[in-house]
């Protein structure tokens, strides 16, 4: 996992950090970009936005939720859905391509679903 998390961020510009997470907010696995960067607490914020998305969807016939972009100022959070309570979180600063950003989760989340099984 940690491979794949490290791959990610060499391919994204501006690549913050990375991480595989639990509905609990604790990264199974997870790589920083920069040493100042806590994808600790990113990825932990990032899935009470989740948790959130997902009780909101509940009753819509829309089907499970996939992928969630945050974007803001300080830059971009890309959750993937990866099956089994476990997400891909990829943060990039305001410097990073969403798009290349969207597209490596995608890329690396298919990896993982692999991993997690």
Avoid: H, N
Wanted: proline fraction near 5%; charge should be neutral.
């Amino acid at each position: 996992m940690r491979s794949v998390l490290q791959e990610v961020l060499d391919r994204i510009p501006g690549s913050l950090g990375a991480a595989v997470v639990g509905l609990d907010g604790i990264p199974v696995e997870k790589v920083s970009a920069r040493p100042g960067f806590s994808i600790d607490l990113a990825s932990a914020e990032a899935i009470g936005v989740i948790k959130r998305a997902v009780a909101s969807m509940r009753d819509r016939p829309a089907g499970d939720l996939e992928e969630l972009s945050i974007t803001g100022k300080s830059g971009l959070t890309v959750l993937r859905a990866l099956g089994s309570d476990y997400y891909l979180c990829v943060v990039v600063g305001p410097d990073g391509i969403p798009g290349r950003a969207r597209y490596e989760a995608w890329r690396a989340g298919l990896q993982l679903q692999e991993a997690i099984g």
